[in-house]
T-cell receptor, first 112, second 114 residues
Framework: GDSVTQMEGPVTLSEEAFLTINCTYT??????LFWYVQYPGEGLQLLLK?????DKGSNKGFEATYRKETTSFHLEKGSVQVSDSAVYFC???????????FGSGTQLTVLP | ETGVTQTPRHLVMGMTNKKSLKCEQH?????MYWYKQSAKKPLELMFV???????ENNSVPSRFSPECPNSSHLFLHLHTLQPEDSALYLC?????????????FGPGTRLTVL
């Protein structure tokens, strides 16, 4: 079946550090890929998405590129801020499916 | 208001109570979803509605009863819950059920069952 694997957390960084959160997937078709972010006490917010191979999603300084050859969708940001502290979820959706398949989430803490 | 809203944001109930969670989407979408987020577990899809018709029920206990009176509103009726039902309940909507459409989430209802 379809699945998403995220790097284990928690991740702790200093402000202005470079961030990478790894995400790989297995899917029977050609999925759309998403990163959602969940701030403390809140629901999930869509951060960025990519719908086909080599697409790059970007938002708020975050980027992720859909790599079909490595079945990956790693999240990156060049300089993190304290306000980026949250849980980040990688997810996929097959066109014919009704259900988003989520990774387990990665807790990010950014220290001042 | 815009996006997906949920009320209440927090709910504490006893095992014999009956309560309802409400979700409303202002995006003109045709599909709505209930997810459950428990501590240290992946998000679990509970129900899917397309144009007010239930199209998916992922083996959810009958103590959870969904209702979708129109394409903008979704309810989750709760009765005789168990403490292990304590979780964050998230509502989402998308343009269509299939087709890879992006799902947009509400802020969630934090439910505590005593």
């Amino acid at each position: 079946g379809d699945s998403v694997t995220q790097m284990e957390g928690p991740v702790t960084l200093s402000e202005e550090a470079f961030l990478t959160i790894n995400c790989t997937y297995t899917a029977t078709g050609y999925p759309s890929l998403f990163w959602y972010v969940q701030y403390p006490g809140e629901g999930l917010q869509l951060l960025l998405k990519a719908t086909k191979a080599d697409d790059k999603g970007s938002n708020k300084g975050f980027e992720a590129t859909y790599r079909k050859e490595t079945t990956s969708f790693h999240l990156e940001k060049g300089s993190v801020q304290v306000s980026d502290s949250a849980v980040y979820f990688c997810a996929l959706l097959i066109g014919s499916a009704r259900q988003l398949t989520f990774g387990s989430g990665t807790q990010l803490t950014v220290l001042p | 208001e815009t996006g997906v809203t949920q009320t209440p944001r927090h709910l504490v109930m006893g095992m014999t109570n009956k309560k309802s969670l409400k979700c409303e989407q202002h995006l003109g979408h045709n599909a709505m979803y209930w997810y459950k987020q428990s501590a240290k577990k992946p998000l679990e899809l509970m129900f899917v509605y397309s144009l007010e018709e239930r199209v998916e029920n992922n083996s959810v206990p009958s103590r959870f009863s969904p209702e979708c009176p129109n394409s903008s509103h979704l309810f989750l009726h709760l009765h005789t819950l168990q403490p292990e039902d304590s979780a964050l309940y998230l509502c989402a909507s998308s343009q269509q059920v299939a087709g890879g459409d992006t799902q947009y989430f509400g802020p969630g209802t934090r439910l505590t069952v005593l």
